[in-house]
């Protein structure tokens, strides 16, 4: 089984960063895409990003060259980098590594 804990979530003004991490333990498959979906109120949970150590990294649209996504592969952590944050990019943001799920972490961008 794999474990995931998020950290870096919080209140944020508009234009403002944050920058999330989130690590991993347990059977970690040696092939593997870490990445970050989130889910806003009253809609469904999509991908923000995801990087994967044999085929690259994939960016959603409306976050594209706001934020980065990264990875320590020694420290089994992925990160996502936000910048110029905006109101509707406030949800719950959870990590996913191969199918498992954290338990999310609140981002709330809001003067």
């Known amino acids: 089984q794999v474990q995931l804990v998020e950290s870096g979530g919080g209140l944020v003004q508009p234009g403002g960063s944050l920058r999330l991490s989130c690590a991993a333990s347990?059977?970690?498959?040696?092939?593997?895409?870490m990445g970050w979906y989130r889910q806003a109120p009253g809609k469904e949970r999509e991908l923000v990003a995801t990087?994967?150590?044999?085929?690259?990294?994939v960016y959603a649209g409306s976050v594209k060259g706001r934020f980065t996504i990264s990875r320590d592969n020694g420290k089994n952590t992925v990160y996502l980098q936000m910048n110029s944050l905006k109101p509707e990019d406030t949800a719950v943001y959870y990590c996913?590594?191969?199918?498992?799920w954290g338990q999310g972490t609140l981002v709330t961008v809001s003067s």
């Open positions: 347990g059977r970690i498959s040696r092939f593997n895409t």
């Open positions: 990087d994967s150590n044999f085929g690259g990294t």
């Open positions: 996913n590594l191969n199918g498992a």
